[in-house]
């Protein structure tokens, strides 16, 4: 092989070895950018989606309350018409969860929980108000007492839910941690065989030149002592 084509290989081998270590390296950047920003793009939208059907639940509640102490009947209409636009939001804010936000099939589980445990409290709460509209105010709020667990066990439900999210967030972040430190030492280790790479080829270019350079350098000396019976001997192909 000529030293022009050894030059080239060189040359080749730098810009493979850059093109390698360029392209895992964005390809490491997006994973790291993946994980790192799970809690961005999925954590904080289930959160806030939650948030939003958690809210209106936590306000039916109350207005449930207020419609046994409430008098006045049109106050009482009013009460309805805020817990049936509460109950609204609240399944708006679970349908968006399941259109926008479900991440696995645990994740569809606790939405599923939330769903049943909410219909059963939607059945009692209907009992409720219409005791409470009848004037029957003891059994209303009899009812209301003995279905406390069903109402805690859907605040749980939410809580859960909340819970697994940050779960979901912080192995994201844990992920993106992860990913950063191994795409360190990749690219260290890519980097360093590029350089080791480079180098030796480098090393023996050198070491050929520099060897035939001085075969040429000790026959023209010899020449010049007026030895001019020094044969030269071709033992490569190459310009030297």
Do not use: C
Not at 146 to 159: H, M, S, T
Not at 160 to 176: D, F, I, M, Q, S
């Amino acid at each position: 092989m000529t030293i022009a084509k050894r030059l080239y290989a060189l040359i080749l081998s730098v810009v493979l070895g850059l093109a390698a270590l360029a392209g895992f390296s964005i390809y490491e950047m997006d994973r790291v950018y993946t994980a790192a920003s799970y809690a961005t793009v999925n954590t904080v939208p289930s959160l806030l989606i939650l948030n939003h059907a958690f809210v209106p639940f936590t306000q039916m509640r109350t207005a449930v309350w207020q419609h046994l102490a409430a008098k006045d009947p049109a106050a009482r209409d009013k009460l309805e018409a805020g817990i049936k636009e509460a109950r609204a939001a609240v399944g708006q804010a679970l349908d968006q969860y399941e259109k926008e936000a479900i991440t696995d099939e645990q994740d569809r589980a606790l939405l599923a929980a939330d769903r049943a445990v909410l219909a059963r409290y939607d059945g009692v709460r209907d009992k409720v108000l219409a005791l409470s509209k009848a004037g029957e105010l003891d059994a209303a709020r009899d009812l209301l007492m003995a279905n406390q667990p069903i109402i805690k066990e859907l605040v749980d439900a939410f809580a859960a839910h909340h819970r697994y999210n940050e779960k979901l967030g912080n192995k994201g972040a844990a992920e993106g941690a992860a990913t950063a430190a191994s795409a360190r030492w990749i690219s260290s280790g890519l980097a360093l065989a590029v350089m080791v790479l480079v180098a030796g080829m480098g090393l023996l270019l050198a070491r050929r030149i520099a060897s035939s350079l001085k075969n040429a350098i000790d026959v023209a000396h010899t020449i010049a002592g007026g030895d001019l019976s020094v044969q030269i001997s071709a033992t490569s192909k190459d310009e030297v």
